[in-house]
Protein backbone atom coordinates (compact mmCIF):
# COMPACT_ATOMS: atom_id res chain seq x y z
CA UNK A 1 0.00 0.00 0.00
CA UNK A 2 1.49 3.30 -0.97
CA UNK A 3 1.16 6.13 1.25
CA UNK A 4 0.33 6.57 4.68
CA UNK A 5 -1.68 4.59 6.55
CA UNK A 6 -3.24 6.52 9.29
CA UNK A 7 -3.95 4.30 12.60
CA UNK A 8 -6.70 6.36 14.32
CA UNK A 9 -8.63 6.54 17.25
CA UNK A 10 -10.15 8.50 20.16
CA UNK A 11 -7.64 8.53 22.73
CA UNK A 12 -7.49 5.47 24.72
CA UNK A 13 -9.47 3.43 22.56
CA UNK A 14 -6.31 0.60 21.85
CA UNK A 15 -4.02 2.75 19.38
CA UNK A 16 -1.15 1.68 21.19
CA UNK A 17 -1.94 -2.01 21.60
CA UNK A 18 -2.50 -1.92 17.90
CA UNK A 19 1.04 -0.26 17.31
CA UNK A 20 2.41 -3.35 19.65
CA UNK A 21 0.81 -6.01 17.51
CA UNK A 22 2.11 -4.26 14.22
CA UNK A 23 5.64 -4.14 16.19
CA UNK A 24 5.55 -7.64 16.64
CA UNK A 25 4.55 -8.58 13.46
CA UNK A 26 6.67 -6.79 11.33
CA UNK A 27 9.43 -7.59 13.81
CA UNK A 28 8.70 -11.22 13.47
CA UNK A 29 10.92 -11.80 16.43
CA UNK A 30 11.86 -14.65 19.66
CA UNK A 31 11.07 -12.36 21.74
CA UNK A 32 8.53 -9.68 22.79
CA UNK A 33 9.28 -5.84 21.54
CA UNK A 34 9.81 -3.00 23.90
CA UNK A 35 6.98 -1.38 24.73
CA UNK A 36 9.54 1.65 24.46
CA UNK A 37 10.78 1.27 21.15
CA UNK A 38 7.57 0.61 19.30
CA UNK A 39 8.97 0.44 15.12
CA UNK A 40 7.30 2.29 12.28
CA UNK A 41 4.42 4.76 13.84
CA UNK A 42 5.14 8.29 14.62
CA UNK A 43 2.75 10.31 15.90
CA UNK A 44 0.72 13.00 13.27
CA UNK A 45 0.53 15.45 15.69
CA UNK A 46 4.43 15.36 16.41
CA UNK A 47 5.73 18.89 16.55
CA UNK A 48 9.51 18.56 16.11
CA UNK A 49 8.46 16.73 12.81
CA UNK A 50 6.51 19.97 12.05
CA UNK A 51 8.85 22.22 12.82
CA UNK A 52 11.32 20.35 10.81
CA UNK A 53 9.64 20.00 7.72
CA UNK A 54 8.79 23.26 7.32
CA UNK A 55 11.55 25.07 9.21
CA UNK A 56 9.65 26.96 11.11
CA UNK A 57 8.96 27.10 15.25
CA UNK A 58 5.77 26.25 15.41
CA UNK A 59 5.64 27.89 18.88
CA UNK A 60 5.10 31.12 16.97
CA UNK A 61 2.14 30.05 15.05
CA UNK A 62 -1.46 30.52 15.81
CA UNK A 63 -3.72 27.20 15.53
CA UNK A 64 -5.08 28.30 12.72
CA UNK A 65 -1.80 28.32 11.01
CA UNK A 66 -0.86 25.47 11.83
CA UNK A 67 -4.05 23.43 11.20
CA UNK A 68 -3.37 25.25 7.42
CA UNK A 69 0.63 24.25 7.14
CA UNK A 70 -0.44 20.43 8.56
CA UNK A 71 -1.31 18.59 5.07
CA UNK A 72 1.73 20.21 3.54
CA UNK A 73 3.91 17.95 6.29
CA UNK A 74 2.59 14.74 5.23
CA UNK A 75 2.97 15.50 2.09
CA UNK A 76 6.73 15.68 2.18
CA UNK A 77 6.86 12.80 4.10
CA UNK A 78 4.01 10.35 2.45
CA UNK A 79 6.13 8.66 0.51
CA UNK A 80 9.98 9.53 1.10
CA UNK A 81 11.24 6.36 2.42
CA UNK A 82 14.45 7.70 4.14
CA UNK A 83 12.43 9.04 6.74
CA UNK A 84 13.09 7.15 9.78
CA UNK A 85 9.61 8.61 11.60
CA UNK A 86 7.33 7.43 8.40
CA UNK A 87 9.40 3.90 7.95
CA UNK A 88 6.27 1.87 6.68
CA UNK A 89 4.00 4.42 6.26
CA UNK A 90 1.85 4.12 9.15
CA UNK A 91 1.15 7.09 11.29
CA UNK A 92 -0.72 7.23 15.12
CA UNK A 93 -3.25 9.80 15.18
CA UNK A 94 -6.05 10.47 17.64
CA UNK A 95 -7.19 13.95 15.37
CA UNK A 96 -10.52 14.07 14.33
CA UNK A 97 -10.34 13.62 10.52
CA UNK A 98 -10.94 17.47 9.74
CA UNK A 99 -11.95 19.24 6.79
CA UNK A 100 -10.15 23.18 6.76
CA UNK A 101 -11.84 26.27 5.89
CA UNK A 102 -10.47 25.91 2.50
CA UNK A 103 -12.25 22.86 1.99
CA UNK A 104 -9.29 20.11 1.75
CA UNK A 105 -9.17 17.47 4.30
CA UNK A 106 -6.25 18.33 7.08
CA UNK A 107 -5.15 14.73 6.29
CA UNK A 108 -4.48 14.53 2.17
CA UNK A 109 -6.53 11.56 0.69
CA UNK A 110 -3.83 11.91 -2.42
CA UNK A 111 -0.94 10.77 0.27
CA UNK A 112 -3.18 8.15 2.11
CA UNK A 113 -3.23 4.72 1.55
CA UNK A 114 -6.16 3.95 3.93
CA UNK A 115 -6.91 3.83 7.61
CA UNK A 116 -7.32 1.24 10.32
CA UNK A 117 -9.80 3.06 12.84
CA UNK A 118 -9.81 1.48 16.33
CA UNK A 119 -13.09 1.83 17.99
CA UNK A 120 -13.78 1.32 21.75
CA UNK A 121 -17.25 1.42 24.00
CA UNK A 122 -17.44 5.13 24.80
CA UNK A 123 -18.44 4.32 28.67
CA UNK A 124 -15.11 2.18 28.93
CA UNK A 125 -13.49 4.99 26.88
CA UNK A 126 -14.46 7.61 29.86
CA UNK A 127 -13.48 5.90 32.15
CA UNK A 128 -9.62 4.96 31.05
CA UNK A 129 -9.19 8.14 29.70
CA UNK A 130 -9.89 9.91 33.24
CA UNK A 131 -7.49 7.16 34.24
CA UNK A 132 -4.72 8.34 31.66
CA UNK A 133 -5.51 12.26 32.52
CA UNK A 134 -5.33 11.70 35.86
CA UNK A 135 -8.50 13.57 36.34
CA UNK A 136 -12.26 12.40 37.67
CA UNK A 137 -14.28 10.47 36.07
CA UNK A 138 -16.70 13.46 35.40
CA UNK A 139 -14.32 15.37 33.33
CA UNK A 140 -13.52 12.81 30.92
CA UNK A 141 -17.53 12.27 30.76
CA UNK A 142 -17.53 16.30 29.91
CA UNK A 143 -14.67 15.72 27.82
CA UNK A 144 -16.43 12.97 25.21
CA UNK A 145 -19.52 15.37 25.08
CA UNK A 146 -17.24 18.41 24.37
CA UNK A 147 -17.08 19.13 20.84
CA UNK A 148 -14.70 21.55 21.14
CA UNK A 149 -12.04 19.08 23.30
CA UNK A 150 -8.54 19.32 22.03
CA UNK A 151 -5.49 17.85 22.99
CA UNK A 152 -2.26 19.52 24.22
CA UNK A 153 -4.21 22.91 24.00
CA UNK A 154 -2.27 24.57 26.16
CA UNK A 155 1.35 26.06 24.41
CA UNK A 156 2.54 25.56 28.00
CA UNK A 157 4.62 22.14 27.98
CA UNK A 158 3.55 21.04 24.75
CA UNK A 159 7.54 20.34 23.72
CA UNK A 160 6.22 17.47 21.36
CA UNK A 161 2.63 18.06 20.52
CA UNK A 162 0.80 19.91 18.00
CA UNK A 163 -3.33 20.60 19.38
CA UNK A 164 -4.89 17.76 18.29
CA UNK A 165 -8.93 18.41 18.20
CA UNK A 166 -11.31 15.46 18.58
CA UNK A 167 -14.88 16.53 18.35
CA UNK A 168 -17.09 14.34 20.95
CA UNK A 169 -16.59 10.90 20.98
CA UNK A 170 -19.28 10.32 18.25
CA UNK A 171 -18.21 12.82 16.33
CA UNK A 172 -14.48 11.66 16.01
CA UNK A 173 -15.73 8.56 14.61
CA UNK A 174 -18.33 9.54 12.28
CA UNK A 175 -15.38 12.12 10.92
CA UNK A 176 -13.17 8.96 10.48
CA UNK A 177 -15.79 6.59 9.13
CA UNK A 178 -17.00 8.83 6.57
CA UNK A 179 -13.60 10.09 5.05
CA UNK A 180 -13.55 9.96 1.65
CA UNK A 181 -10.70 8.64 -0.75
CA UNK A 182 -8.95 6.25 0.77
CA UNK A 183 -10.28 2.56 2.56
CA UNK A 184 -11.11 2.70 6.01
CA UNK A 185 -10.66 -0.86 7.82
CA UNK A 186 -12.90 -0.65 11.26
CA UNK A 187 -11.39 -2.62 14.52
CA UNK A 188 -13.06 -3.10 17.07
CA UNK A 189 -11.50 -2.91 20.58
CA UNK A 190 -13.79 -5.26 22.17
CA UNK A 191 -13.72 -7.94 18.96
CA UNK A 192 -10.09 -7.60 19.47
CA UNK A 193 -10.38 -8.81 23.02
CA UNK A 194 -13.15 -11.49 22.30
CA UNK A 195 -11.52 -12.67 19.14
CA UNK A 196 -8.09 -11.77 18.71
CA UNK A 197 -7.18 -14.08 16.05
CA UNK A 198 -9.56 -13.25 13.39
CA UNK A 199 -9.21 -9.58 14.58
CA UNK A 200 -5.51 -9.13 13.91
CA UNK A 201 -6.09 -11.40 10.82
CA UNK A 202 -8.23 -8.82 9.37
CA UNK A 203 -5.91 -6.33 9.94
CA UNK A 204 -2.77 -7.79 8.61
CA UNK A 205 -5.13 -8.45 5.14
CA UNK A 206 -6.07 -4.75 5.08
CA UNK A 207 -2.40 -3.71 4.71
CA UNK A 208 -1.74 -6.73 2.64
CA UNK A 209 -0.11 -8.81 4.47
CA UNK A 210 0.13 -12.76 4.67
CA UNK A 211 -3.02 -13.65 6.74
CA UNK A 212 -4.02 -17.03 5.52
CA UNK A 213 -0.94 -19.27 4.80
CA UNK A 214 -0.19 -22.05 7.90
CA UNK A 215 3.55 -19.37 8.05
CA UNK A 216 1.36 -16.13 7.76
CA UNK A 217 -1.33 -17.08 10.77
CA UNK A 218 1.62 -18.47 12.59
CA UNK A 219 3.16 -14.80 12.75
CA UNK A 220 0.40 -13.39 13.82
CA UNK A 221 -0.24 -15.70 16.48
CA UNK A 222 2.86 -15.19 17.79
CA UNK A 223 2.39 -11.41 17.47
CA UNK A 224 -0.74 -11.50 19.22
CA UNK A 225 1.08 -13.60 22.39
CA UNK A 226 3.48 -11.15 22.72
CA UNK A 227 1.41 -8.53 22.85
CA UNK A 228 -1.05 -9.88 25.29
CA UNK A 229 -1.95 -7.43 28.38
CA UNK A 230 0.06 -9.23 30.70
CA UNK A 231 3.14 -8.89 29.02
CA UNK A 232 2.48 -5.10 28.49
CA UNK A 233 1.75 -4.46 31.90
CA UNK A 234 4.85 -6.61 32.70
CA UNK A 235 7.00 -4.89 30.89
CA UNK A 236 5.57 -1.22 32.31
CA UNK A 237 6.06 -2.29 35.89
CA UNK A 238 9.70 -3.66 35.10
CA UNK A 239 10.79 -0.70 32.95
CA UNK A 240 8.13 2.50 32.60
CA UNK A 241 6.32 3.77 29.44
CA UNK A 242 7.30 6.81 28.14
CA UNK A 243 3.56 7.80 27.16
CA UNK A 244 2.21 7.18 29.89
CA UNK A 245 1.23 10.76 31.40
CA UNK A 246 3.43 11.55 34.73
CA UNK A 247 0.09 12.07 36.54
CA UNK A 248 -1.48 8.85 35.70
CA UNK A 249 -0.53 5.64 37.96
CA UNK A 250 -0.37 3.30 35.43
CA UNK A 251 -0.94 3.44 31.27
CA UNK A 252 -1.85 -0.16 30.40
CA UNK A 253 -4.49 -1.19 33.03
CA UNK A 254 -6.73 -4.57 33.23
CA UNK A 255 -7.09 -4.67 28.45
CA UNK A 256 -10.94 -5.89 29.85
CA UNK A 257 -14.39 -4.45 28.24
CA UNK A 258 -17.06 -3.43 30.88
CA UNK A 259 -15.19 -1.79 33.61
CA UNK A 260 -17.52 0.86 33.09
CA UNK A 261 -20.29 -0.87 35.06
CA UNK A 262 -18.53 -0.84 38.05
CA UNK A 263 -17.28 3.14 37.46
CA UNK A 264 -19.82 4.98 35.96
CA UNK A 265 -22.57 6.31 38.04
CA UNK A 266 -26.28 6.04 36.31
CA UNK A 267 -26.37 9.73 35.75
CA UNK A 268 -22.73 9.37 33.29
CA UNK A 269 -24.26 5.92 31.90
CA UNK A 270 -27.08 7.99 30.57
CA UNK A 271 -25.45 11.34 29.79
CA UNK A 272 -23.13 9.10 27.47
CA UNK A 273 -25.49 6.93 26.15
CA UNK A 274 -27.99 10.29 25.14
CA UNK A 275 -25.43 12.07 23.47
CA UNK A 276 -24.06 9.43 21.24
CA UNK A 277 -26.96 7.00 21.08
CA UNK A 278 -26.84 7.03 16.91
CA UNK A 279 -23.45 5.51 16.44
CA UNK A 280 -23.56 3.52 19.51
CA UNK A 281 -26.16 1.84 17.75
CA UNK A 282 -24.58 1.67 14.20
CA UNK A 283 -21.34 0.14 16.08
CA UNK A 284 -23.07 -2.45 18.06
CA UNK A 285 -22.57 -0.85 21.88
CA UNK A 286 -26.58 -0.54 21.69
CA UNK A 287 -29.20 -2.89 20.18
CA UNK A 288 -32.22 -1.85 18.88
CA UNK A 289 -34.11 -0.67 21.80
CA UNK A 290 -31.38 1.25 23.36
CA UNK A 291 -30.58 -1.59 25.56
CA UNK A 292 -26.59 -1.38 26.32
CA UNK A 293 -24.78 -4.76 24.54
CA UNK A 294 -21.32 -4.56 25.76
Known sequence: MNGITWLASYPKSGNTWMRVFLTNYWRDADTPADINALDETPIASSRPMFDEVLGVDSTDLTRAEIDRLRPAVYKAHA????????????????????????????????????AIYILRNPFDVAVSYANHSAKPIPWAVRALNDPTHTLAESRLGAASQLHQPL???????????SAQGFPIHLARYEDMIVDPVE???????FIGGDADSDAGRARIDKAIRFSEFGELKKQEEEKGFREKMIKATSFFNQGKSGTWR?????????????AHAPAMLRYGYLDGEGNITC
Open 79 to 114: FDPDDPRVEGQFCKIHDAYLILPDGQPMFPAEVTAG
Open 167 to 177: STWSGHVESWM
Open 199 to 205: SFRAVVR
Open 262 to 274: DKLTPDQIETLRA
